[in-house]
């Protein structure tokens, strides 16, 4: 069934049936201020923190109530319905809509009883305030009258926690006021100074702008009416507000604003929402009595969003692959890097901090697009290493470098929550530095000197010279890295001397990163070091985790294999699979094998498994997978994330065909037609989807703030495209469908354009035949940046 289509020419996806089988939601604004709604206007609104800074309500659980509601009233009739389907939710026989989802706005148009109407909710670029820009037209043949209400239901305290559980204490703190066109809130009013037992003074507004307001409400229950819903406020009913402020009970904001309106004649005006005093309220009003302020605010969105999403476009055979590369996984990428797991319909906003290997990998995936924005949070995430060379877990929003407690530190744990290293963490660095180095020409990146998080600096060098260290220094009995807490897969504990084959290959990999960078410093010494530890460490993968046409899974403390081939559960496992081609540990003959197994037992119509078969009756203490239903999660669900390694995997080694299977079962718009299926939007991935052992497979999780939008990002431009650019040039090697004869791939590159066209006459998956730049036949597939011009027209035959 189908819900909606791309559109590639203004990158917008557009819902042309709201009754979508679960919220299909966008992302607007920034960490300074950020709101997600939905195709219905559900959502939320919060400044700098979803748990801490929360404005406006929001019921999860794919409830998806209350929102951004414009309510419309026919006066003469007194028929009323809403600017979005829901929550109203007028027979679709009747009420036609269309949500188009953008970059960072989000247009929502409906048509019922004549009227057409249109509300473009945005943030404005760099603003700490949001706009629901209304126009309304008159379609039909006679004078209409109307009334226009916009509502919202304030949260009575900034904690989310606190609003929906403390109601002894936050019914009893808010009030509102209504002054100039604005309904005012304020939380705990009378805290004179700073704050009162941590208490603090908190305002928001909910303002009018372009029309009169002709009543207002400042209280839920006024509003919505005893036993009365979102669906049927009595203010709607009656056509009047009722004009009535809150004080001890829950707060609203609603504004109706009475709009005549003659045949195809047009009206246009703004609510406006914040978390501002009285004063800045007026200021930002201000702006909106213009007319032109709205669309001059949505074209500065508009460039800057597609400013970034242009740095790299591909037209290929593949209208999936074209919508998810040029914009929609692109984008995503974008939202997991600034938003990391912060907030969603999923998240409820309470980490409050970033996960450290989940921000230093979503850098991945926009370093090809804005490797200035990735230098930034590289820098951050490096400042949260501790000096012993592992990543603090959780890095707080008021990170401190220098002066952190560590997991070492009993304080530490008791605010966190975490209560020791993970083995991946600083390991992830070495892929995510590399690519940044490689993409922006910024060798000297690694001579900066960057404070540690606890205590001392160090160059970029050093501090993945500890990285190395401190795998180094946790090894377990066979002379592997050990799992420590977790080895990126939470719920798999191998006990504190326990052993993980992933993460001995993710070391094995930042080996073979840092002696590049001991290259470029003459440090001969360590390069010898790093020559004897890293062959020392393949040989005991090979010896240890290498069985038959597999790699285990690694070791639980005391010596028990785990993924065995001979287990009666959880005998294949996808990491070690994809990481021992991607780490360079595998022979090609091992590899082949390996990735053989991993298609034969793994792979299903909707991506691969992430182990198979799932754990019931022999799970190990630690298979904390054990908890979750059969074909779900980590128990041999189709987990998204891992989906981008191994099409990395599968086009490193050449297999286009294979590559492109994997892209295609698990991408989100490969199912824009089974959308009954997947459930989730088909714009964004999610953290997983359901499996064989669930009724529901294909059925998708966990939307928008996944790890999966980088790793497919990187196994797509990186492994399908063969993007792959180093410190002093870039190799181009494509590993694409055998019966794609032709594409093109426009890219930036160092501030150089390359405009490549790729000729595949004889069909082949990967490989190249000759290649030539501005006319010149080059010796193979790779570029010195030095011969580069500033535009430069490539092709190259398959």
Known sequence: MKYGHFDETRKEYVIDRPDTPAPWANYLGSPAYGAIISNNAGGYSFEKSGANGRIIRYIFNSFDQPGRYVYLRDDDTSDFWSASWQPVGKSLDEYKSECHHGTAYTNIMADYSGIHSEVLYYVPLDKTHEVWNVTLTNKSDKTRHLSAIGFCEFTNDCNYEQDQVNLQYTLFISRTYYRDQKILQVINENVVNDSVDGNAVNKRFFGLAGSEVASYCGDKEEFLGMYHTYADPVAVINGDCGNKLNYNENSCGALQTKITLEPGESKT?????????????????????????????????????????????????????????????????????????????????????????????????????????????????????????????????????????????????????????????????????????????????????????????????????????????????????????????????????????????????????????????????????????????????????????????????????????????????????????????????QSELALESVHRELNTPYGVRLMFPPYKEHAFDGALMLLFNAGTKENAGIFSQPQGWIILAEALMGHGNRAFEYFDESSPASMNDKAEVRKLEPYCHGQFTESVGSPYEGRSHVHWLTGTASTCMVGCVEGIMGMRPDFYGIKIAPAVPSDWKEFDITKNYRGKKLNIHVTNPDGHESGCQSMTVNGKAMEDNYILFDELDDVNEITLVM
């Open 269 to 589: 005006f703004s609510f406006i929402l914040g978390m501002k005093d009285e004063a800045a309220a007026n200021e930002i009003m201000k702006a909106y009595e213009n007319e032109k302020t709205c669309a001059t605010e949505l074209q500065e969105l508009i460039d800057y969003w597609h400013g970034k999403l242009n740095n790299f476009q591909v037209k290929t055979p593949s209208e999936s692959f074209n919508n998810m590369i040029n914009t929609w996984n692109s984008y995503q990428c974008f939202m997991t890097f600034i938003w990391s797991r912060a907030a969603s319909f999923t998240y409820c906003g309470l980490r409050n901090g970033y996960g450290y290997r989940d921000t230093v990998q979503d850098i991945q995936g926009i370093i090809h697009l804005a490797p200035e924005m990735a230098l930034e949070k590289i820098r951050f995430m490096l400042s949260a290493q501790v000096d012993n060379g592992g990543g603090l877990p959780l890095v707080k929003y008021t990170h401190n470098p220098g002066h952190e407690d560590t997991p070492d530190d009993p304080s530490y744990v008791k605010e966190t929550g975490h209560p020791a290293y993970r083995a991946d963490d600083a390991l992830w660095l070495f892929p995510t530095i590399y690519k940044y180095i490689a993409e922006s020409g910024n060798i000297g990146f690694i001579d900066e000197v960057v404070p540690f998080a606890n205590k001392d600096e160090g160059t970029v060098y050093e501090h993945l010279k500890r990285a190395i260290d401190f795998s180094m220094n946790r090894l377990g009995d066979n002379g592997m890295p050990a799992g420590l807490h977790a080895d990126w897969n939470d719920c798999l504990r191998l006990g504190k001397r326990g052993e993980s084959t992933f993460v001995a290959m993710q070391l094995y990999y930042a080996m073979t990163v840092i002696k590049y960078f001991a290259e470029l410093k003459d440090d001969a010494d360590y390069i010898d070091y790093i020559n004897e530890i890293q062959y020392k460490m393949g040989s005991t993968i090979q010896e240890k985790c290498w069985e038959d046409d597999r790699y285990i899974r690694g070791y639980k403390e005391g010596g028990m294999v785990i993924g065995s081939k001979n287990d009666p559960e959880a005998s294949m496992w996808l990491n070690p699979q994809s990481w021992a081609v991607i780490s360079g540990l595998a022979t090609r003959e």
